[in-house]
């Protein structure tokens, strides 16, 4: 196998949180509540099902064929030709994902932190430092996620205390006002970050104990969905039917909060710790990439071809779209609906087809022996 390295299922839970999290944490209370208003705290409950479902699909798959990733196994279940078709979408696909989220980061650092710092100098040097990551292996990032995720949780749960005073709850009164459509609208948006869960797919096959996948990919679904709800009713909470005029509303939550006079402008602390789940995040879909690359040309180690997609990446990132307004453009209307096909659907196709060729094969050694 290209990889040598071995993670637990728990592991693979703790690097997927940060995976989906550190970036939904600032687009989705805007864009839920754009399309939600009130019931924006509904939407990820709703979209959580696509997440579910994915995990599901990922687990099946690999149970049938549990060395293989979803470029291996593609190739497999609609023949060669197809399916190497089938893995070059799905190589695209994760290279425009890893160009979201660099653009996403590249851009929150410059418009909220350091907007004198040249967008490539941010992007190149966290792209070296995940490079470096990504040769070290899936080992490696289950070990940087095992220290940095607990970190993570623990800030961001310190600031939805913090903000506990402030908080208005009648703000999100009265629920379903215009029924549920509102929210099932709200969900579409969402819908691209749970079905990053087909992520797992690359790492099944590299599981110690494989027979927890499932469990823990369930659980890591659960974490997501209730982190997005608790979020989103905080922001709604907090500024109201004004979230919606807000870029980065957790941004502007976190500002809000003061104590006295010794507990004030605390946003570099939170830059720090989400820089750090989001270099979980850049580095784990850059594996994917690597690793996805090197099986569909057949090489014997993904090392290869690490620095190369590196600065394919940073061509990509600087490159597609000039400003943040061209971004947001892409992630409401173009990325829920080709996320939701390749990440969900797709994957979903390929079981049904799996299944069906094997209860074809079943039934004519069935026959043969009778």
């Known amino acids: 196998m290209i990889e040598k390295g071995k993670i637990s299922a728990s592991q693979m839970g703790i690097m997927m949180y940060p995976t989906i999290v550190a970036t939904a944490l600032l687009w989705i209370p805007e864009a839920t509540a754009t ?16 997440g579910f479902l994915t995990v599901y699909v990922a687990v099946r798959l690999n149970k049938m064929y549990p060395k293989e990733t979803i470029i291996q196994y593609s190739e497999h279940i609609v023949g060669r030709i197809l399916g190497k078709c089938i893995g070059f979408v799905y190589l695209l696909f994760f290279l425009q994902l890893e160009w979201i989220v ?18 490539i100098v941010i992007l190149g040097s966290m792209l070296l430092i995940c490079a470096f ?29 913090l903000l506990v005073p402030d908080l208005e709850p009648e703000n999100m009164l009265p629920v379903l006002e215009k029924g549920i459509l509102p929210a099932i609208l709200g969900a579409v948006e969402p819908l691209k970050w749970f079905g990053e869960f087909i992520v797992i797919s690359f790492m099944l096959p590299f599981l110690t104990d494989r027979e927890r996948g499932m469990t823990w990919g369930m659980i890591t679904v659960i974490a997501t969905m209730v982190t997005m709800a608790v979020i989103n009713l905080v922001v709604l ?7 919606t005029s807000l870029t980065y509303p957790l ?7 003061s104590m006295g006079d010794f507990l004030e402008h605390i946003e570099s602390l939170v830059m720090t ?44 990132c600087i490159w597609p779209t000039p400003n943040l307004a061209d971004l ?10 080709i996320g939701i096909f390749i990440q969900t659907l797709l994957p979903l196709l390929l079981l049904i087809i799996a299944v069906i060729r094997k209860q074809v094969a079943n039934g004519g050694r069935a026959m043969q022996k009778g």
Not at 35 to 50: E, Q
């Open 35 to 50: 399309k939600a208003g009130r019931d924006m705290w509904i939407s990820p409950i709703l979209a959580s099902l696509a």
């Open 237 to 243: 909470w907090l500024f109201g039917e004004i979230t």
């Open 328 to 337: 947001a453009v892409y992630l409401k209307i173009i990325a829920p609906i």
């Open 102 to 119: 660099m653009r996403e980061y590249g851009e929150v650092m410059v418009g909220q932190f350091l907007p004198r710092t040249p967008l």
């Open 251 to 257: 941004v502007e939550a976190v500002r809000y909060i």
């Open 133 to 161: 990551a990504v040769r070290g292996g899936l080992e490696v990032l289950g070990r940087a996620a095992q220290f940095f995720v607990p970190l993570f949780i623990l800030v961001f749960g310190a600031i939805t205390l």
């Open 273 to 316: 710790i989400w820089v750090a789940g989001t270099f979980v995040n850049i580095a784990v879909i850059y594996y994917v990439l690597a690793l996805g690359t090197a099986q569909w040309l057949n090489l014997a180690d993904y090392r290869s071809v690490v620095f190369p997609i590196g600065m394919l990446l940073i061509v990509t």
